[in-house]
């Protein structure tokens, strides 16, 4: 069984940094795709971020460019968000979700992605 949980979300001030953990289990196939996804109660879910392990191919929604980087660490089947410069439009449930690589690099509209996790809040005061 896939499983991912989602850690780091806290209170933050604008300008602050956090770094959010997704801790994956239960993988049974070697390419995925890995992304990252905002909800704010009320909006569409907004896909923020993605990576492919195929090859290493990386997404950021222009919201968050030059400001966010996903990263990924194969020995503790883990992937990063940092965040920089955080701004209080970035307060939302992040979560993180896996679903099968795209050709080349990974997509991040929902509908590619199969598994979810349950989410971390993240809020910034301005």
């Known amino acids: 069984e896939v499983q991912l949980v989602e850690s780091g979300g806290e209170l933050v001030q604008a300008g602050g940094s956090l770094r959010l953990s997704c801790a994956a289990s239960?993988?049974?196939?070697?390419?995925?795709?890995i992304g990252w996804f905002r909800r704010v109660p009320g909006e569409e879910r907004e896909g923020v971020s993605c990576?492919?392990?195929?090859?290493?191919?990386?997404y950021y929604a222009d919201s968050v460019k030059g400001r966010f980087t996903i990263s990924s660490d194969h020995a503790k089947d883990t992937v990063y968000l940092q965040m920089n410069s955080l701004k209080a439009e970035d307060t939302a449930v992040y979560l993180c979700?896996?679903?099968?690589?795209?050709?080349?690099?990974?997509?991040?509209?929902?509908?590619?992605?199969?598994?979810w996790g349950q989410g971390t809040q993240v809020t910034v005061s301005s």
């Open positions: 239960g993988f049974t196939f070697d390419d995925y795709a």
């Open positions: 979700a896996v679903g099968p690589p795209a050709p080349l690099g990974c997509v991040i509209g929902p509908l590619n992605y199969d598994y």
């Open positions: 990576l492919s392990s195929r090859d290493g191919g990386t």
